[in-house]
Nanobody, 129 residues
Framework: QVQLVESGGGLVQPGGSMMLSCAAS????????MGWFRQAPGKEREFVVA????????YYVDSVKGRFTISRDNAKNTLYLQMSSLKPEDTAVYYC??????????????????????WGQGTRVTVSS
C-alpha cells in the first residue's frame, strides 16, 4: 500500500523560509518520479515543481523559480521542498505526488496532475504577517 505523508507546513511571515517533507512508503526506492502541487483557497490545484526518479532532473513553475528548491533522498524515500522568500500568494495546501517511472535515463519528470497515481493528504502553508 502506497502512502505519502507531508509535513512541515505552518505559518510563516512574508520573506521567510520553510521546508516541507514528504515521506513515501510502499514504493521501491528510485522507481518513481515525484512532484509538488498546491491549491490556494478558492483556486484549482496547480503544479509547482517536479523531480525525476534519480533526482537529476527538475522542473519548476515560473512563479517559484529561484525561490523554491526540490530535492529527494532515495535512501530515505523522502521528498523535500525548500521554500524561501515566501510571498502571501504562496499560501496554499501543498501536496506531494508520486508515480512509477522506469525510464532508462532516469530523467523523466511529470508536470500534469493526471500523470500522478499517488497523492499525500496535503500540508497547509500560510504566508502572512
Amino acid at each position: 500500500q502506497v502512502q505519502l505523508v507531508e509535513s512541515g507546513g505552518g505559518l510563516v511571515q512574508p520573506g521567510g523560509s520553510m521546508m516541507l517533507s514528504c515521506a513515501a512508503s510502499g514504493l521501491t526506492a528510485g522507481s518513481y518520479a515525484m512532484g509538488w502541487f498546491r491549491q490556494a483557497p478558492g483556486k484549482e490545484r496547480e503544479f509547482v515543481v517536479a523531480i525525476s526518479r534519480s533526482g537529476g532532473s527538475t522542473y519548476y513553475v515560473d512563479s517559484v523559480k529561484g525561490r523554491f528548491t526540490i530535492s529527494r533522498d532515495n535512501a530515505k524515500n523522502t521528498l523535500y521542498l525548500q521554500m524561501s522568500s515566501l510571498k502571501p500568494e504562496d499560501t496554499a495546501v501543498y501536496y506531494c505526488a508520486a508515480t512509477i517511472s522506469l525510464d532508462y535515463a532516469r530523467s523523466t519528470y511529470y508536470t500534469r496532475s493526471r500523470d500522478y497515481a499517488y497523492w499525500g493528504q496535503g500540508t497547509r502553508v500560510t504566508v502572512s504577517s
